[in-house]
């Protein structure tokens, strides 16, 4: 894989499996850094427990079964292809990621567009994460620092990594995302106890708007808004203890 090349869905897998050598390693962070979109996939691909086979039932009932095999006899012995989780994964998401998954996002934001609600976008994404998503990310203010600086820019913001800290939860990455042209930042924590937690943030023009709550995804979920962006952390935290995180964070991104 060179420097610019995208990673193929066998590597992202066995990147999860812990396969690949450091440089290897590296260089996919620094696509997972630069790519959301990658970064997605690579959480579509790291919840490994999702129904595949229920998915592919049908196909396979479909499927030319005899011909296949008669043709894969045809082979060599080292050249047919191994069952295992990593060529079943990279398969699966080539024809279920890329298709299915594009449009349940794409029909997801039509949707919240139509209802002017952004949040419901934002917890479906959120529902995609686990602890592993995040846990090897570095955790360095520099890096923090120039992550930061990317939402500036794009929200008009001034934020600093002193105002996004939490007692508990560890910050661990901030990116934008962009749907349809709206921007949305994402300012990812991982809580030892409560797992991937996120402060999330867009441009309205709805006006202030004070603390409110509701579930999403099996999600909690605290949102308001000032006088030029709407605001939102989302996590399993429990709704008090979320509250209470929003509460600090609204202070000092306030002050």
């Not at 990673?7 to 790519?35: G, K, N």
């Not at 479906?124 to 930061?148: F, G, I, K, W």
């Not at 001034?158 to 349809?180: C, W």
């Amino acid at each position: 894989m060179n420097d610019h090349a995208i990673p193929s869905d066998e590597q992202l897998v066995a990147y999860l499996d812990d396969q690949l050598d450091a440089e290897q390693r590296a260089r996919i962070d620094a696509a997972i850094a630069e790519d959301s979109m990658l970064n997605l996939r690579l959480q579509w691909l790291a919840r490994s427990n999702l129904p595949f086979k229920d998915a592919f039932n049908e196909l396979a009932r479909q499927a030319p079964v005899d011909r296949l095999q008669s043709m894969l006899d045809t082979l060599p012995s080292p050249e047919r292809p191994a069952l295992s989780r990593r060529w079943f994964l990279a398969a699966a998401a080539g024809l279920v990621v890329s298709g299915v998954l594009a449009d349940r996002l794409f029909l997801g934001w039509q949707m919240s567009q139509q209802k002017n609600n952004w949040r419901g976008l934002v917890a479906e994404y959120m529902s995609l994460y686990v602890p592993q998503t995040l846990d090897h990310l570095p955790s360095d203010e520099a890096a923090q620092r120039v992550q930061l600086r990317t939402i500036d820019a794009r929200l008009g913001l001034n934020l600093l990594p002193a105002q996004l800290t939490l007692p508990r939860p560890e910050f661990k990455r901030a990116q934008i995302l962009e749907y349809d042209g709206v921007a949305i930042a994402q300012i990812t924590y991982l809580d030892p106890i409560h797992g991937p937690m996120a402060l999330c943030v867009t441009r309205s023009n709805s006006g202030q708007r004070d603390f409110a709550q509701e579930r999403r995804h099996e999600m909690n979920i605290v949102y308001w808004a000032d006088r030029e962006h709407a605001w939102m952390l989302i996590g399993h935290n429990p709704m008090a203890e979320l509250q209470d995180m929003a509460k600090q964070l609204r202070s000092r991104l306030s002050a």
